[in-house]
């Protein structure tokens, strides 16, 4: 086996049962088109392979290029980091990523995913347990936050199943997660999407503040929000998702965007 590299945030998936596991929540079907972020020893692409799918597998780690080549030949590689990559090049919109990400990379990987909406069906990835508890986040909850709000209005998210820290070569000292993550059609608006990422974040900017005292040290400081039916003295982790909608909506009519 070649070392796992950290600076890469590497540990390799050595347990097959796992692998079975998340290859049927993927259950790929011959008109799939299917890209795996960082196969690394090719654990999960193995079973892929044997799939009627169209596969590509994305690995930054120069390394394991050529190993995998002879092992998958009807897989196309790509030796690139997947943050870098237009996935427009792949001709399709309704693409499907799985993969276990590096968890280092996590959150650009998923943003990567709202910005790419339309093409994106949808994604099977193995994250941190904590990140997925984020992730998955019901208002008013101490994980509910900008990962939350942003993968509710974009998708639908679920926990698929929990997996041990044994199952991994070198063990992480963090338990992981299965997540499914389902994109939604109807968010087809660019400029809208753009502007409901920023107010989100604006509002989770600080976290323990208000509403209010947050937005006024974000780029919507200048914002009148006389005749906003939102309560402002609400803090970030009390608003609904249809409450950001409307907000972004109200910021967009005032033309604060």
């Not at 050595?14 to 690394?40: A, C, F, M, S």
């Not at 897989?75 to 237009?86: G, K, R």
């Not at 199943?161 to 044994?166: A, G, I, R």
């Not at 323990?208 to 003295?233: G, W």
């Amino acid at each position: 086996m070649i070392k796992p590299l950290k600076k890469f945030g590497q540990n390799y998936l050595v347990d097959r049962n796992i692998v079975r596991k998340i290859y049927d929540v993927i259950n790929p079907q011959i008109n799939d088109i299917i890209i795996e972020i960082g196969p690394g020893q090719g654990a999960l692409t193995e079973y892929l392979s044997e799939s009627e799918a169209k596969v590509y597998a994305i690995e930054i780690d120069k390394r394991v290029i050529e190993s995998l080549k002879s092992r998958f030949g009807n897989i196309e590689f790509i030796n690139q980091d997947f943050l870098e990559i237009d996935l427009i090049k792949f001709n399709s919109k309704s693409l499907r990523l799985v993969g276990n990400i590096p968890y280092n990379i996590t959150s650009p990987i998923i943003f990567k995913i709202f910005e790419n909406n339309q093409l994106i069906k949808d994604s099977v990835l193995m994250v941190q347990y904590e990140v997925a508890k984020r992730m998955t986040a019901k208002v008013g909850s101490k994980d509910y936050g900008i990962l939350s709000v942003l993968l509710q209005y974009f998708t639908e998210t679920e926990i698929c199943f929990k997996v041990s820290p044994n199952v991994f070569f070198p063990k992480p000292k963090v338990f992981s997660a299965i997540v499914k993550i389902n994109l939604k059609r109807n968010r087809e608006d660019f400029r809208f999407n753009k502007a409901f990422i920023s107010v989100v974040k604006a509002a989770f900017g600080n976290r323990r503040k208000t509403l209010k005292n947050s937005l006024s040290n974000s780029i919507f400081a200048q914002l009148n929000i006389k005749n906003c039916k939102i309560d402002f003295s609400k803090r970030a982790e009390e608003l609904y998702l249809e409450d950001f909608i409307y907000l972004t909506e109200f910021i967009l009519k005032s033309e604060q965007i």
